[in-house]
């Protein structure tokens, strides 16, 4: 299943972003890919502000990952950039395996590069500059693909969410 939304500039794809994180729970883990510029660290933001997070997010691309500690869904955010990773060993070699925990929420920018490192049970967020069909120069396109049994029980919840924030 994919469910796919037009945004209309960063503002409504941070909306959109605190839209989803109103369905995460602590394990998940977020997938985010695209071209430099989509959206990426903009969605990764919306979902820290819906998670309680307090401090500002930036992208973690020369630190790779950052933590933030978080008042909703989960005890943590862990935010990661593997934009600048060689070989997905260098996951492993910063301590991945613990940062995937029951207690966080995991969100990867790039995280197609990594993705044989990932759960089987994540979601998938493409973020992709202009809409399809010659859109605006500020939209996005933005692709969700759900996998594993966690998303197959919030499939019809996550439909209505991305169908929500497209109407808006």
Known sequence: MELVVVTRDAEHTFALATRVAELLRAGDVLALSGDLGAGKTVFAKGVGRALGVTTPVV?????????????????????????????????HDIGWDDLLDDESIVVVEWGDR???????????????????????????????????????????????????VSEA
């Not at 933030?68 to 060689?86: E, F, N, Q």
């Not at 994540?122 to 069909?133: K, Q, W, Y």
């Not at 500020?138 to 966690?150: A, I, L, N, Q």
């Open 114 to 164: 990594v993705a044989g490192a990932l759960p089987a049970d994540r979601l998938d967020i493409h973020l992709e500059l202009g809409a399809a069909s010659g859109g605006a120069d500020d939209e996005r396109t933005v692709s969700f693909s759900p996998s594993g049994m966690s998303w197959a029980a919030r499939a019809d919840a996550l439909a209505a969410t991305v169908a929500a």
């Open 59 to 91: 992208s973690p691309t020369f630190t790779v990952v950052r933590e933030y500690p978080c008042t909703g869904a989960a005890r943590r955010m862990v935010h990661a950039d593997v934009y600048r990773l060689d070989h997905v060993q260098e996951l």
